[in-house]
């Protein structure tokens, strides 16, 4: 073991974070319910006991629903500062679809409008 350590230091240091990440992991609870997760895993094929791997994909999850109503919201306040017509505090943001479909073609997800007939 000594030997490994002398010869890769770092990845000796990365699995030391990784199981700590893991332990902390234990305590951590995803706002994503595990019954949500559990459900959409077993859907997709997914199988594993581990309730550490299972909560780290719901923080995957939620990492990435975050990053898309990041930039929504993004997209709302680009499209709000054009409208300059209400002033200071009266300004309510509103999310509206263009801002999501705009934040989730980003990702490669393609969201159109029903057409009305």
């Known amino acids: 073991m000594s030997e490994r350590t002398s010869k890769f230091p770092d990845a000796d240091k990365s699995e030391k974070s990784l199981a700590e990440f893991l332990v ?3 305590d951590y609870s995803p706002i994503i319910p595990d019954a949500v ?5 077993n859907r997709a094929g997914f199988e594993c006991d581990d309730a550490r791997v299972k909560r780290l994909l719901a923080l995957a999850a939620q990492k990435y629903i975050a990053d898309i109503a990041t930039d929504a919201f993004q997209y709302c306040k680009v499209r709000q500062s054009g ?3 209400k002033v200071g505090k ?5 999310l ?3 801002d ?3 934040a989730l073609a980003e990702y490669g997800i393609n969201v159109k409008k029903p ?3």
């Open 37 to 41: 997760t559990d459900y959409y895993l």
């Open 100 to 102: 999501l479909s705009a």
């Open 96 to 98: 509206t679809m263009e």
């Open 83 to 85: 409208n300059r017509s």
């Open 115 to 117: 057409e009305y007939y």
């Open 90 to 94: 009266d300004r309510k943001t509103v």
């Open 24 to 26: 902390k992991m234990d």
